[in-house]
């Protein structure tokens, strides 16, 4: 027999719900297959981030190596955004670190700071990195349920790291991928908790720009203006239509962002200048209006899908931001064996849900992440094959 040529840690990463969706793209469908299972969003990178690129890239000063930290402009962008946005002071020198994206920050953040057999207390559903990290570090995961009420959620979190040596808790809203969000009071008590427990929370706010019904997300640095203890994960893949690009950054604790710092200059050599100088005019030139509209098209994009779910008897949690719908799966079924279905009989693209945790074992995520017109299309054919095919075949 061959021996297993990977590092064992590599194994707790199978069976890979990713590959899963790339093999079943592979295969038949009755339909032309619309994708709704990767969280990029559609469409272009707006036109005044393209034009920094393209005034930044021919200069020969840019082609070295960047600075490790990121740039000086880009820092001082993020840590104004920050003070006009939130009203919370960064100080661009010792709180703002330039990522190659949140994806690998947070990664690499998690590695810096974690030993083996601590604990890492994570949203169950959430985004894979959290859980992948923290089993690559060698820590015990324990997880909570980011769309419990806040005063369970408090309360779950309070038990949790009065039982076990929890060193960071890692917090995501709006959430990927239940579109959960929180009030600032909440986390005025969960700073209060980190406090006095003396753990690190990470904020994801990866989703910041995309809430619905007029609702408002805060950054928990409001709610821990000292800084102390916290750390948060800013992208531009989502707001900016920017996926691809690789740029982000972790804004917060001193201690933490010197110590990443150090951890990734060992890793990576940072992000080409001039995506670095488009990430500021993305921070400086976005007009108001096109937040606006963002908001306004995703909540749309929501709204239909979510109206042919209905039709189609599904049940899932109305989101109030992100870019997805978590939806639970008919009885008899499991999330492999629906998404295979939703796949072969309705064209109609999805991810397991157990690509969040094991609390998705029995759903999918659909991304929003198509024009209204194809989600329609998809809607229609979710319900044709829910309550006609799908039926028959019982
Ligand atoms: N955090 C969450 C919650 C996400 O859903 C994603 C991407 O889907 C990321 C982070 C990664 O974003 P980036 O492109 O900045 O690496």
């Known amino acids: 027999m061959i021996p297993y040529l990977g590092s064992s840690k590599l194994e ?8 899963f969706i790339k093999e079943l793209k592979k295969s038949r469908s009755l339909f032309p297959v619309i994708d709704l299972s990767i969280g990029a969003p559609n469409r272009p990178t707006p036109s005044w981030i393209l034009e920094s690129l393209k005034n930044s890239i021919e200069v020969t000063r840019y082609h070295t190596y960047p600075p490790q930290e990121g740039s000086p402009e880009l820092r001082r962008a993020i840590s104004d955004w920050y003070k006009t946005r939130f009203d919370v002071d960064l100080d661009p020198e010792k709180n703002v670190l330039v990522t190659i994206g949140t994806k690998e920050a947070l990664f690499n953040s998690i590695q810096a700071m974690i030993n083996q057999g601590d604990s890492v207390l994570v949203p169950d559903p959430g985004y894979p990195t959290y859980f992948d990290a923290s089993y ?4 015990k995961v324990l997880t909570y349920n980011p769309t419990s009420s806040e005063d369970i959620l408090i309360n779950q979190i309070e038990q949790t790291v009065k039982s ?12 990927n991928p239940t579109g959960s969000i929180v009030s600032l009071s909440f986390y005025d ?25 007029g609702l408002r997300c805060h950054s928990y640095l409001q709610a821990n203006p000292s800084l102390t203890n916290s750390v948060e994960f800013f992208s531009f893949s989502k707001t900016y239509n920017m996926a691809g690009w690789r740029v982000g950054a972790m804004v917060g604790d001193e201690r ?14 940072g992000v080409f200048y001039p995506i670095q100088l488009a990430a500021v005019s993305a921070l400086k030139e976005t007009p108001d209006s096109y937040y606006k509209d963002l908001k306004e098209e995703y909540q ?12 189609a008897g599904l049940s899932f949690l109305l989101p109030k931001g992100a870019m997805y719908v978590w939806v639970k799966v008919p009885k008899g079924t499991d999330c492999w064996n629906y998404v295979r279905d939703l796949h072969n009989y309705a064209g109609i693209v999805t991810v397991p849900g157990i690509a969040y945790g094991w609390s998705g074992t ?4 659909i991304g929003l992440v198509q024009e209204i017109d194809v989600l329609s299309e998809a809607g229609r054919r979710i319900c044709e094959y829910h309550l006609n095919y799908r039926r028959l075949s019982q």
């Open 12 to 19: 707790h990463f199978r069976p890979d719900p990713f590959s």
């Open 300 to 311: 749309r994009r929501r709204d239909k899908l979510t109206e042919y779910l209905i039709t």
């Open 189 to 213: 008590a969960l700073s209060e908790l980190s406090h006095k427990y003396s753990f690190l929370v990470f904020s994801d706010i990866a989703y910041i720009d995309i809430v619905f019904d």
């Open 164 to 175: 076990y040596n929890v060193k960071i808790l890692i917090i995501n809203f709006p959430s």
């Open 136 to 139: 690559f570090a060698g820590a």
């Open 362 to 365: 029995d759903h999918v995520r």
């Open 256 to 269: 933490v962002i010197s110590l990443v710092k150090l951890y990734k200059s060992k890793v990576d050599s």
